[in-house]
């Protein structure tokens, strides 16, 4: 008799690895606090996964403007909910993933409006992290 962690899918054993560990990002540009010029920006940081068993496949943000409460939803158009979040270009291979993406591109119309970043990342074994 086999035992361990093993399911058995028509007489052949089959290994299995559990992770229960939600993926983390990290932010690196924007810093908090961070002014930032007219036009697009390039967001970027990085993305892990603590036990390393299921590497990230996805990371996905949404930016807040302060000063009505919209959601940006790409290009110039800004909505009142950020769902489904976008997904940012992932790079890399684990542990040391980062990612990006394009900012909308800032005007004067801009000047000293606040805006709020959340960036979280799921992994391939199905869990996500909590917005950074």
């Known amino acids: 008799m086999t035992t361990g962690p093993f399911i058995s899918i028509c007489g ?6 559990w992770d229960v560990f939600a993926p983390t990002t ?15 920006q390039t967001f970027n ?23 009505d409460g919209l959601y940006w939803q790409g290009g110039t ?6 769902s489904p979040m976008r ?5 890399g291979a684990p542990p040391n993933q980062t990612w990006s993406f394009s900012s909308p591109a800032f005007d004067g119309a801009d ?5 709020v970043f959340y960036s979280r990342s799921c992994d391939s074994a199905g869990n996500t992290g909590v917005n950074d």
Request: proline content about 7%.
């Open 12 to 17: 052949a054993p089959l290994a299995i690895t």
């Open 26 to 40: 990290t932010i690196t540009f924007p810093t908090h606090s961070t002014r930032i010029g007219l036009g697009a």
């Open 45 to 67: 940081g990085g993305a892990g996964d603590k036990n390393g068993t299921s590497p990230v496949n996805r990371v996905e943000y949404a930016i807040q403007r302060q000063s």
């Open 77 to 82: 158009t800004w909505g009142s909910a950020p």
């Open 87 to 91: 997904s940012a270009t992932l790079a």
């Open 111 to 115: 000047n000293g409006v606040s805006y």
